[in-house]
Every structure is written in C-alpha cells, then in structure tokens.
C-alpha cells in the first residue's frame, strides 16, 4: 500500500497518494535536452501548458534553466530567467488560476519572484543546497517545496565517480537535505523529495535506484519521479548499439513510470501527460 500525505503548498493541502498526480514539464528554455526552444515564447508556452493541464496535469512545472549535461558552459542569469518564467506564470495563472504552478529554480530570488506572480511550489534539483538562501526563502514563503537529489553539477556529471551504492547515498543525502530545510525552518508537510534520475548518476546507477525506490519511503516524504525522456531510457531500449531516439522512448518511459509507481512514487513528473495518465490510471487501479 502507497503511502498517503497532505502536502501542504501554503494556499492549499493537496492528498498524495490516493491517485497517483502528474507533474507536467514546460521548459521555457532554448536548450533543453527534450524540447530545446519550442516553448520559449511566452504565448507558445501558456497555450502548451493549457494543454497538458487539459489532458490531465495536476501540476505545470516552469523552468526557465537548463540542468542538461553541459548546460552550465554559459550560466542563465537571474534576470534572464526571471524574463522567461515570470510572464508563462502569469498568463498561466489569469488562464487557468485553478492548477497550481511549480517554478524549477535553484535560486531563492527567482522563487520569490515566481511565487509573487503565483507559483505554490518550489522545485529545487539541487535539494537547497546551491542557492544558501533557498531554505530560509521557502520557509518564508510558506510554500510547497520538492527537493530533488544531485550529485554535483551538470558541468561535472560526465567525470563523477561511481557512487557505490547509489540508493543508500540518495537516501543517506536527502535525509541530511531535508533534516537542513527543517532546521531553516521549512515545515515537514511542506516537502517533497525525488530521487533525481540521471541527475550525476551514470547509466547502470538509474537502474538499482528505480528498481529499489521504495526504500526511499522510509524518509517519510511524499516522493515525486522523473524518469520521462532520459537517457537512460534510452539506453536501455538500445538496438543496435545505438540508445533509443527521444520518440522512440515514449513506451519505455510509460514502464518506467509504471514501475515507479508500483514502488510507492506519489507523483510523476512527466512531458507526455495524455500516455502517462492512463498509465498512473492502470497502475493505481492495479497497486
């Protein structure tokens, strides 16, 4: 049996647990590894968050930075970032005030931004930990937070040392991660954690963590997963020695999540909202 949260976001309690809810991706950013510039208009955007919302999101997830391996050779500055999240949030919120909006940003100015313009919940996949304020920044505003685990920098992943074993070390650092937040002040119900797929974990490390991701529950947080689109989907659907094309992962990323879900994952962030909704529905019904 999966287990259920109140999850706290401050202007609202959202149930976690009793169905699975899904986190959609809109990357406002040129260079995503999954869907580089096609929504860094504005009005682009808003309309293809209306329409993942339509198909069934619960939560629009809003980045304005690009956390892919390599990304940070030029680094978005907070102004930069603000330009392209800022107005996506508010068209968002004046179109669709019901859903409610994550802004994925390591930095505690571009939260508090975000938040005043109407995001509920903060993603951070640094965990607060490359932003110092971040913590202190969420716990005064009193919204829902998500803190992702990552080994390093994106500028560093490729040359990182195996982690031994990687679910004792995810387990290990977001205890540590959350236990911080608590000690800045950040409420517990007000958390969430994720495990970080292919965040500075190498191929063959993703693998052990889907695998044995309901020990990540004995941290006592609601867990979010992201697995849609990554690479090692991808080179798990090889053929030919060649990694699966990001088209071509979609069925894989339906099972992955599947599985995840079967392990006890509260929530999927996802960019393919229409599959992965039946998906969450088949293995709720079955979990």
């Known amino acids: ?9 401050g202007s609202r309690v959202l149930t976690l647990g009793k169905r699975t809810l899904l986190m959609a991706v809109v990357n406002v950013t040129p260079d995503s590894f999954s869907d580089a510039g096609q929504y860094l208009d504005p009005e682009k955007a808003i309309e293809h968050a209306l329409k993942l919302a339509e198909e069934g999101a619960d ?4 980045g304005g930075e690009s956390t892919r391996p390599g990304s940070k050779t030029i ?11 800022l107005p996506v949030i508010r068209g968002l919120k004046s179109k669709k005030p019901g859903i409610p909006i994550s802004i994925d940003t390591y930095k505690a100015s571009v939260a508090r931004a975000a938040f005043e313009a109407g995001a509920e919940v903060v993603n951070d996949v640094s965990g607060f930990r ?3 304020q971040m913590a202190k920044t969420v716990a005064g505003l009193k919204c829902g937070a998500i803190l992702m685990h990552s080994r390093g920098r994106p500028e560093e992943w490729r040359n990182l040392p195996p982690a031994g074993d990687i679910v004792t070390l995810v387990k290990r650092e977001l205890r540590e991660w959350t236990d911080a937040a608590t000690l800045a002040g950040v409420k517990r119900e007000r958390m969430m954690i994720d495990p970080g797929f292919g965040f500075g974990k190498n191929f063959e490390e993703n693998y052990p963590l889907l695998r044995r991701l309901e020990e990540l529950h004995q941290l ?19 053929r030919g020695g060649v990694d699966a094309s990001l088209p071509d992962r979609q069925f894989g990323n339906v099972a992955a999540e599947v599985a995840a879900i079967m392990k006890g994952a509260q929530v ?7 599959a992965s909704l039946d998906a969450a529905r088949v293995a709720d019904i079955a979990g």
């Open 1 to 9: 049996m999966r287990p259920v949260f109140e999850w706290n976001i």
């Open 59 to 62: 939560i629009i997830d809003i």
């Open 75 to 85: 680094p978005v500055t907070e102004g930069v970032e603000l330009e392209r999240v």
């Open 130 to 132: 490359w932003d110092k």
């Open 220 to 238: 006592r947080y609601p867990l979010t997963v992201g697995v849609s689109r990554k690479s090692f989907i991808g080179r798990m659907l090889a």
């Open 268 to 274: 999927i962030r996802t960019h393919d909202v229409r």
